[in-house]
């Protein structure tokens, strides 16, 4: 099995096309591919398919084996791996997930802007929220106002006080309540953010069937829509500084996204047949 690893703003992935896989990815397998001392190691796995009508179909999971709707990093990384492999020399093209069709613009070497479609402020994932999204939560003493956004996958973000108060936050304690919140009957992702300049905002996430990352696309995304609401707008270009760097999140009125940010190539390689062997063998 042929892989390449790549990684966007410290968020890596195993990217594998469809034809070297020689079993079906069941959630064991995806989480020993994933796994940092037994396998490869990455925040989960881009699976790359043929796709009548589009360069390519992309199925996105997570380390514990769950499939993701969509991931922007991740996005970003299928994307220009099509491009540098030669699945397309356009650099305007789609390819489908499970979040729908994503319409990306390759711009540089190792940069692109994704069309992510529009966000919507109501969700099956959030099926008791208000019209606005918006709603509280409890974790421990502790009581959370949020805003709900759905940008093809379910994102539930925080405003917080201080850049301090930011730094401070314990997010493997407070995200897994959160993510699986009875509000959110298919988990959630999650993010905090503080507005340390005019549209530039200083972000933290933790993804669903992922933990705390060092970056991610649709976490930024819902963290810059957060931050616009609060503001009492929502069209406007908002910068969002993650842990592993900065995205570019482009919002119109009709919350129409683009996400902008670069992916590059860290290796690739072959697995060994005896890790062929324990991945066959895993259910």
């Not at 401070?168 to 992702?189: K, Q, V």
């Not at 669903?208 to 990352?213: A, L, N, P, S």
Request: glycine share 12%; with cysteine; aromatic share 8%.
């Amino acid at each position: 099995m042929r892989f390449e690893k790549w990684q966007a703003l410290g968020n890596d992935y195993l990217i594998v096309e469809r034809a070297e896989l020689p079993f079906e990815p069941t959630a064991g397998r995806i989480q020993l591919l994933c796994s940092s001392h037994y396998g490869i190691g990455s925040d989960g796995l881009l699976l790359l398919s043929p796709c009548e009508g589009h360069v390519a179909r992309l199925t996105i999971f997570n380390p514990d084996g769950s499939r993701a709707e969509l991931s922007g990093n991740g996005g970003r990384q299928a994307i220009m791996y099509l491009r540098r492999r030669g699945w397309t020399d356009r650099d305007e093209f789609t390819i489908l997930t499970d979040a729908g069709v994503l319409r990306p613009t390759i711009t540089g070497a190792d940069t692109c802007t994704i069309d992510l479609g529009h966000a919507s402020l109501t969700s099956a994932d959030y099926p008791g929220g208000a019209q606005d999204g918006r709603g509280e939560l409890q974790v421990g003493e502790s009581t959370w106002a949020f805003q709900h956004i759905s940008i093809g996958n379910p994102q539930c973000t925080i405003a917080v006080g201080d850049l301090d108060e930011l730094a401070a936050l314990d997010l493997p304690a407070i995200g897994p309540p959160i993510e699986a919140s009875s509000l959110f009957p298919h988990r959630t992702n999650v993010s905090w953010y503080y507005p340390y300049a005019t549209d530039r905002i200083r972000a933290r996430i933790f993804e669903r069937g992922v933990g705390e990352t060092l970056s991610s696309g649709t976490g930024a995304t819902g963290a810059a829509i957060g931050y616009l609401l609060g503001s009492g707008r929502r069209a406007g270009t908002v910068m969002v500084l993650l842990d592993g760097g900065e995205l570019k999140v482009a919002v119109d009125e009709d919350l129409r996204v683009e996400l902008t940010g670069w992916a590059r190539p860290v290796f690739a390689g072959s697995i060994t047949k005896e890790f062929e062997r324990d991945l066959d063998e895993a259910e």
